[in-house]
């Protein structure tokens, strides 16, 4: 057996590459949200100490870009239908707002803080009503 057979692959999906669980989805899509904010930490360090600015001056909303490439792939894996544009555009809104409201309440702190906590907070309310409402629809139209 190789090693590839022996190690499942993460996050688990289906036939069709659905993840299989809200707790892969959340997992992985909180992962990649930590690497994108640690890879804007290192950048604005390196900037910072060469000169180019102030640390923390970079929009935080930037770390979400391997979380939406995820939720991304998530979508596409979905049969073409009204529950995975439904679902998407339901979740999306509810996150941009929560996302929003985050950023709002800490408006006080540096861009990248207040970006990376609004990012953190449109991950989770995107991954769980994604989730959990692309399955409800797909199981009310048959």
Known sequence: MTEQQQRPAFPRRDAEGRILTLGDLLGVSLAGLVIGVLALVLFEWAFATMGAGGFGRTNGWLAVILPLWLFWDDFRAWEFGAARVIA???????????????????????????????????????????????????????
């Open 88 to 142: 998407a555009l339901v979740a999306a809104a509810v996150g941009v707002f929560a996302g929003l409201l985050a950023a709002g309440l800490a408006a006080g702190l540096a861009p990248l803080v207040s970006g990376a906590l609004a990012a953190a907070v449109f991950t989770l309310a995107y991954a769980v009503i994604w989730f959990h409402g692309v399955h409800w629809l797909a199981r009310r139209t048959g």
